[in-house]
């Protein structure tokens, strides 16, 4: 099936609320290029210096998400126009972020990331972590950046059990902090679920979904 028919059909079958970041990463420009062609506007990478390139190729009004691991030396390379960094998973990497989106007189939506995988490999912050950020005093003086929500990315496994548990934890924490807005604390994008278990992911509250492989193929 080709690009445009794959996205249809996920489209198709999630829920219209469901925001869909096509993943692009190591796809030329001319697959992004059909996927915008069909209509697609969100699209996500994990490396800052292939999506500044393709961000320089592509049309404007492309909405380009950060989903990768983020080094605190790399952010000014995306401050101009990333529009949602994904796996923010440290006080330090925000307050760069804010500095850099001071300099480009900007907000920059963020999320937290939360570990959630009984895996040794993934990035992320622990329940604690997370409260500490939220609450802490230094984060009110962080006028350029919006905490958007939560992104967590569940362990590689064939257990559903496993992978709902573990999906049903981030919505649990995504929940509880979704009351507690300030000026950069603004909850409404809670992003888990990939191509093998985007449907889980949906059904445990996700509404965002980082799909790659299903609609670019095998990378
Ligand atoms: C690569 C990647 C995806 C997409 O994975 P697929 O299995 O190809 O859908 C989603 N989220 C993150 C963080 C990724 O690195």
Redesign the pocket.
Known sequence: MSISENLIQIKNSIPQEVTLVA?S?TKPVSDILQAYQAGQRHFGE?KIQEMTEKYEQMPQDIFWHM??HVQTNKVKYMAAYVHLIHGVDSFKLLAEINKQAQKNNRVINCLLQVFIAQEETKFGLDANELNEILNSEALKSLKNINIVGLMG?ASFTDNIAQIQEEFSTLNQLYLKHKNSTTFNINFKHLSMG???DYQIAIACGSNMI?????IFGTR
């Not at 980082?210 to 299903?214: E, K, L, N």
């Open positions: 993943v990463k994990n989903i990768g990315m990939m191509s093998g980082r799909i790659g492989s299903t």
